[in-house]
């Protein structure tokens, strides 16, 4: 979906450094979520948010932080990465329809290498 | 902790079979959703599914809800090339219903 994008699409770096992987949606949804995607576990969230400043753990949080000062942005970062964190990262946004469900529209994703 | 899980995790079928994709979650879902991802691409939302025993179908396509409200199936009738790629469920975790929970995924590889 155009209106919701990250960066960068790949990137490379070293065990414990900081990296920070942006995401950013045009659409003005109120949720956004982090999910990784490794061979035999899925999907998996780390963290949402239900609107700027309100965020929540999801499946897998530890070793990573996440801020939404503006509706648009949710970057993730991983504040010492480590080898376990390599894996592709999608970012997805929602708005809130009626029953409070609604489809989630996915980014197309950055695959992080942690060497 | 909550868990939703699929089977098969990958089936090879001939163009034209059909095929067919269940999703079991530990606890009862107040809704569930199905997406589709291509290899290489990003998942894609295809329905949702809310009642108990409902049942929806778009062209070839055919999803059901449990009765309970803990499983779920997605079947394709007559299979095509464009329908490869990995079929995912998923269901709201921890009682919220915006934030999901991936099962674990059905890789479907369609020969022609």
């Known amino acids: 979906d155009a209106g919701i994008t990250q960066s960068p699409r790949y990137k490379i770096t070293e065990t414990g450094r900081q990296v920070t992987l942006m995401c950013h949606q045009t659409?003005?949804?109120?949720?956004m979520f982090w999910y990784r995607q490794d061979l035999g576990h899925g999907l998996r969230l780390i963290y949402y948010?239900?609107?700027?400043?309100?965020?929540d753990k999801g499946e897998v949080p530890d070793g990573y932080v996440v801020s939404r000062s503006k509706t648009e942005n949710f970057p993730l970062t991983l504040e010492s990465a480590t080898r376990s964190q390599t894996s592709v990262y999608f970012c997805?946004?929602?708005?809130?329809?009626?029953?409070?469900?609604?489809?989630?529209?996915f980014g197309n994703g950055t695959r992080l290498t942690v060497t | 902790g909550q868990q939703v899980m699929q089977i098969p995790q990958y089936q090879h079928v001939q163009e034209g079979e059909d095929f067919t994709t269940y999703c079991n979650s530990s606890?009862?879902?107040?809704?569930i959703q199905w997406y589709k991802q291509r290899p290489g691409g990003h998942p894609v939302f295809l329905i949702q599914l809310v009642k108990s025993g409902e049942v929806k179908k778009q062209k070839r396509l055919t999803f059901q809800f449990g009765e309970a409200k803990k499983n779920s199936s997605l079947h394709i009738t007559a299979t095509q090339t464009t329908d490869v790629g990995t079929y995912f469920c998923?269901?709201?975790?921890?009682?919220?219903?915006?934030?999901?929970?991936f099962g674990t995924g059905t890789l479907l590889a369609v020969q022609p």
């Open positions: 998923a269901g709201p975790y921890g009682g919220a219903t915006n934030k999901l929970i």
């Open positions: 948010s239900a609107a700027a400043d309100i965020t």
């Open positions: 606890t009862t879902l107040s809704n």
């Open positions: 659409w003005s949804h109120s949720y």
């Open positions: 997805a946004s929602s708005e809130l329809g009626a029953g409070g469900i609604s489809p989630l529209h």
